[in-house]
Nanobody
Framework: QVQLVESGGGLVQAGGSLRLSCAASGRTSFSYHMGWFRQAPGKDREFVSAISPSGATTHYADSVKGRFTISRDNAKNTVYLQMNTLKPEDTAAYYC????????????????WGRGTQVTVSS
């Protein structure tokens, strides 16, 4: 199995920035596709971003495109989500996840999940 640990969340004012990290351990591979999802209170978990094993291909939800950037450092088994120009509606628990088979926007296609890190954006 793969263990994923998110970090970097916190409280930030609207317009500010945060960088989330997701460190993988256990069963690891440089071929893993990785994704970020988020879940706000009272809402379903939603797709944020995904990245191919090499980092050459990325996907973004329309709501974050142009503001968020996903990247990875395979030597560190770590995926990042740089979040700029944060808005109150970005407030959520953010989760990273592993997809063993391909890049995807669909929650149900991911196999391993971290426990999340909270991002709170104040007005």
């Amino acid at each position: 199995q793969v263990q994923l640990v998110e970090s970097g969340g916190g409280l930030v004012q609207a317009g500010g920035s945060l960088r989330l990290s997701c460190a993988a351990s256990g069963r690891t591979s440089f071929s893993y596709h990785m994704g970020w999802f988020r879940q706000a209170p009272g809402k379903d978990r939603e797709f944020v971003s995904a990245i191919s094993p090499s980092g050459a291909t990325t996907h973004y939800a329309d709501s974050v495109k142009g503001r968020f950037t996903i990247s990875r450092d395979n030597a560190k088994n770590t995926v990042y989500l740089q979040m700029n120009t944060l808005k109150p509606e970005d407030t959520a628990a953010y989760y990273c996840a592993v997809n063993l088979y391909g890049i995807s926007r669909v929650e149900g296609t991911y196999h391993y999940w971290g426990r999340g890190t909270q991002v709170t954006v104040s007005s």
